[in-house]
């Protein structure tokens, strides 16, 4: 059972990163950066046997597609697109899906700067 009675005098009902999402800067300081998209480019990543590849949403959008086919580590995959959701999913070519998060392009570069990077053709 948690308890809002911390000993600190904080707001609990109150979301602290109010606004973030929709703001333009990052709050974080951030050591690894690349300038490729806008920090809070929303991006799909995945982890392949070690490698990472980051799909990000404006890439997926320029296709027109909610289909997009894509060969990554030897593997050939699926990515679905929901415009209106702004999401993604990714599945291999059996249907079953592989884990993938959703994250800014800044929290996601500074993980994996080795990234690969999904480009919409």
């Known amino acids: 059972m948690l308890s809002r009675e911390t000993g600190f005098s904080r707001d609990y009902g109150r979301d602290p990163y109010a606004g ?3 703001s333009k ?3 974080f ?3 690894a950066k690349d300038p490729r998209y806008h920090p809070k480019e929303r991006v799909v990543g995945l982890e392949l046997e070690g490698r990472f590849k ?3 949403l404006a890439e997926l959008s320029k296709t027109g597609e909610e289909i997009i086919k894509d060969r990554f580590n030897g593997r050939d995959l699926r990515i679905r ?4 959701g ?11 899906e592989i884990p ?3 994250s800014f392009w800044f929290a996601w570069y500074a993980f994996h700067p080795e990234t690969e990077v999904y480009q919409a053709p």
């Open 20 to 22: 973030y999402q929709n």
């Open 25 to 27: 800067g990052i709050w």
């Open 29 to 31: 300081p951030v050591a």
């Open 54 to 56: 980051a799909y990000p």
């Open 81 to 84: 697109y929901r415009p209106n």
């Open 86 to 96: 702004q999401s993604a999913t990714v599945t291999g070519s059996d249907g079953a």
């Open 100 to 102: 993938a998060i959703t």
